[in-house]
Every structure is written in C-alpha cells, then in structure tokens.
C-alpha cells in the first residue's frame, strides 16, 4: 500500500504519512531511524530522525532536484518504511503547492480548508478512493502560529490561514480492502486586486501543505495510536536545520529582489511552509527549560526520559506508561506494568526513568 500511495503522490508532488502494530498487552517496540539529506549540503546530514517498529524496513530521504516555478525551494520528501512486502507501513512525502487558476506553475485545485484538500489529494492519488471520516486538528495549528495574516501591497491585499485535519480513507488495493489515515497541515493564500483603468479586478487563490503523514493497512489493521506513537517521535537533524534555514532565507531575499509579484507569492507560500517545519521543531527542541520542555510535551503528547545507553534524552508517546531501553537498541512502550523483558523477548534491558 505505501509503495502504492508514493508513486500516485510523487505523480501529484504531495506529502502525507504513517501506520503500524502493536503487540501483546498493549506493547510496542521501536528502533529509531534516521531520514538522510544525502545530496543538499556537500556530506549526508541527518533531516530528521524517529521512532518506528523494529521489523521494519526504511527506504529513501530527502531528495533535490529542479521542481519548477512551483517549488523553488529545490528539495522536497521521498521516505518511508514498512512491512517487507509493503502492505502495511508509514511515510513522509513530499509537500503540496497549488492554484485555484490555471496557467500558473502549480496544479490547479480548489481548496477552502484542510478536509477539501485531503478529499482532492485522495481522489487524485488513488483510483476509487473515498473519505470516510474526518476530524480537525487542532494540537497540529500550534506548529504554524504566526503564518495566519493580511499584508497589504498599496491596492493589493495578500491574506493567509491555516488550517489542520485528518481523514481515514478507504481504497482497493490487488483485491484487498485497505484503510489510510491522512494528516494534512495547509496554509491558504488570498490575493485580490481592484479594478483599475478599465481592467477587471483579480481573486486569486492557493495554497501550500507541511510535509505531513500517510498511515496504511488493510481494513481492520490500521492501528491509529500506534501511527500517532510514530508520528510524533518525529525530531530534526539540528546541523540538517540550521543549514536549511540559511538555504530558505537566501531564497527569500532572492524572491524579494527578482520575482514578480505572482511568483514572489507561490515562491513565498511554498517557502513559508517549509520553513514551519523548522520553526515548529525548534520549539520542539527547547527543551533545557522544564517548563518550556513540559509545555512542548503537552503540545505533543510526549515523555522525556534520560537515555541510559548512548547519553541524553529520548522523547516517547506518553499514551504508554512504561518505556524500556533494550539491549539491541531498540525501545519497548508498555501499559504493563509487570513486563519484563527477559522472560518475554529473551533481552535484558533498562527501565527509563522521566527526566527531572
């Protein structure tokens, strides 16, 4: 399914992501991995790092290349990882830009809110494709605070929301009902011009997605907290981050100075929601303050603990109530509080202690 889902998003430039199982009594067992920039800044640098179940496997990165007026940003999300035989697993795809005219350098779409642009992205990615549920998210805005606005170019006025959601989909996939959850952070622009010397005025609208989430199953199997236990062990390279803050911030002078006014917006939006991935996940990684760190772990629904192995800390789902550290590396989420290791993996382990 998730191979399925790539090619038909990597068609359309989109981003999604994430699924999984857990085992006995509530447990689930990690290993981290790491989402390499192997191509952007002269060495491999990790883009970012997280959680997902240990018999998994990963493939791809981030990858560069020249994707036209409607991404100058030159990079975009090509990850993922899964079961061997792809019929279940999670990815990160790349992000979304669009149009309501046509003619310009993005796809042409017309989207009001988060919910008509994951319907839009599924009828286009997967051939019978329906939503049948949905719900906003809220806890996903407080990464994009500030992006919302008006500016105002003399008689021009150029305005910005956000919006957040999730829809469950449901597809055929080689005769096999499957199921999806889809994440989606958006921003919408606006741009509107009066009528002047005779010429009529202009509503023109699009817009731009985060890099987001597509968890996948077949029907019955998808399992939405175990998706979300993944999703939220998502953490930035740091050196990956300041390097590409400093790309974005050369792009965005070089917007200013040549662009014209239409492409100076697409390139904008499309550089304003990458740059909120770094900007949320350096909230997220405020975290030498207690109390910074504990308003980040309630945003996220996240415990850190103290890694007893390499140094640190390690930041788990707080849905489960005990996490272990095994010998082989990878991580162990219980609600059992009799667990151990030994006597059920054959694997000797730590218990990890909340940090203070």
């Given at each position: ?333 219980t609600n059992d509080s009799l667990f151990n290791p030994g006597v059920e993996l054959g694997l000797d382990g730590q218990l990890l202690r909340v940090t203070p």
């Amino acid at each position: 399914m998730v191979r399925a889902v790539t090619r038909a998003a990597l068609a359309l430039g989109l981003i999604l992501g994430l699924t999984g199982g857990a085992g006995a009594q509530g447990q689930l067992r990690m290993k981290p991995v790491d989402v390499i920039d192997a191509q952007g800044f002269g060495r491999p640098l990790v883009a970012f790092s997280l959680m997902v179940p240990h018999h998994w496997r990963e493939q791809g990165g981030v990858v560069w290349g020249n994707f036209g007026g409607c991404n100058r940003s030159g990079y975009n999300f090509d990850w993922r990882s899964g079961l061997p035989d792809d019929s279940e697993g999670v990815a990160i795809l790349p992000a979304l830009s669009w149009q309501s005219q046509p003619g310009g350098p993005c796809p042409q779409m017309q989207v009001s809110n988060a919910r008509d642009f994951l319907a839009t992205v599924a009828a286009q990615s997967i051939p019978g494709a329906q939503v049948i549920d949905y719900r906003q998210r809220p806890d996903l805005l407080t990464e994009m605070q500030g992006v919302a606005g008006r500016q105002d170019y003399g008689s021009m006025a150029y305005e910005t929301a956000v919006d957040a959601g999730e829809a469950l989909i449901a597809f055929q996939q080689d005769g096999r009902e499957m199921r999806a959850s889809v994440i989606a952070q958006i921003m919408m622009w606006r741009l509107t011009t009066p009528e002047m010397y005779g010429l009529p005025g202009q509503d023109i609208r699009g817009g731009a997605s985060n890099p987001g989430f597509v968890a996948a199953a077949p029907a019955g199997r998808l399992n939405l907290q175990v998706a979300e236990a993944i999703r939220k062990s998502i953490r930035p390279g740091p050196e990956w981050q300041r390097q590409i803050a400093q790309h974005h911030a050369v792009l965005s002078r070089q917007n200013t100075q040549h662009a014209s006014a239409m492409s100076r917006i697409n390139s904008q939006a499309s550089n304003e929601i990458m740059g909120i991935i770094n900007d949320g996940y350096q909230q997220r990684r405020a975290i030498e303050d207690r109390g910074q760190r504990e308003r980040v772990e309630a945003i996220r629904g996240v415990e850190t603990y103290n890694d007893a192995v390499n140094g640190g800390t390690v930041q788990l789902d707080n849905t489960y109530e005990h996490a272990w550290q095994l010998d082989d590396g990878t991580y162990l989420l219980t609600n059992d509080s009799l667990f151990n290791p030994g006597v059920e993996l054959g694997l000797d382990g730590q218990l990890l202690r909340v940090t203070p």
